[in-house]
């Protein structure tokens, strides 16, 4: 069964960095591209980043680009967010998001965490 | 950047009715790489539809989608009370991988 569990949540001032972490089980991670998606609070899903199953390819949202960086260890089974000069507006559950199927690089999500939740306050 | 439009933005309907939930997209989805997720509080997303129209693996055949041009349609036959939740969609094919700003189906 599928496991997606993000860590390294909580307040941190504007302009401050953050790393969110995602640990994953129950299938190879290796093999699957994958993704972090947010929700702000009362707003609906947005799509931050995506890196494929061998961390060649990453791609961003406009409104993260250069500020936020995807990354993966495939020897530990660990999905990285690493974010900073962090906004206001970056406030948000971010969830941990595994594609549908191995190979490919759409974003079609197959399996999400539970979320960890950034709150960007001075 | 593909932008989608999510309709109505809330849906009041009873158990037992049929739900029409639009999504329309500013420009062609090659291939229909439009997708549907259900999202209830305190839950993670799940995904209902990929390819506009092909259920995901467990979803009831109650659940069906559709495509006429950029005009996405997700179909749901009959209300349970299980289906009372926030609809989305998001085209999955090239990024920015954009969703709509859902639809929030209640009682």
């Keep these: 069964q599928v496991h997606l569990v993000e860590s390294g949540g909580g307040v941190v001032q504007p302009g401050r960095s953050l790393r969110l972490s995602c640990a994953a089980s129950g299938f190879t991670f290796s093999s699957y591209a994958m993704l972090w998606v947010r929700q702000a609070p009362g707003k609906g899903l947005e799509w931050v980043a995506i890196i494929s199953s061998d961390g060649v390819n990453r791609y961003y949202a406009d409104s993260v680009k250069g500020r936020f960086t995807i990354s993966r260890d495939n020897s530990k089974n660990t999905l990285f967010l690493q974010m900073s000069g962090l906004r206001a507006e970056d406030a948000a559950l971010y969830y941990c998001a595994k594609r549908v199927s191995p190979g490919g690089t759409s974003a079609l999500v197959g399996s999400w965490g539970q979320g960890t939740l950034v709150t960007v306050s001075s | ?107």
């Design chain 2, 1 to 107: 950047e593909i932008v989608l439009t999510q309709s109505p933005g809330t849906l009041s309907l009873s158990p037992g009715e049929r739900a029409t939930l639009s999504c329309r997209a500013t420009q062609i989805i090659d291939n229909n790489y439009l997708a549907w997720y259900q999202h209830k509080p305190g839950q993670a997303p799940g995904l209902l539809i990929s390819d506009a129209s092909i259920r995901a693996t467990g979803i009831p055949d109650r659940f069906s989608g559709s495509v006429s041009g950029t005009d996405f349609t997700l179909t749901i036959s009959r209300l349970e009370p299980e289906d009372f939740a926030v609809y989305y969609c998001q085209q999955y094919g090239w990024a920015p991988y954009t969703f709509g700003q859902g639809t929030k189906l209640e009682i």
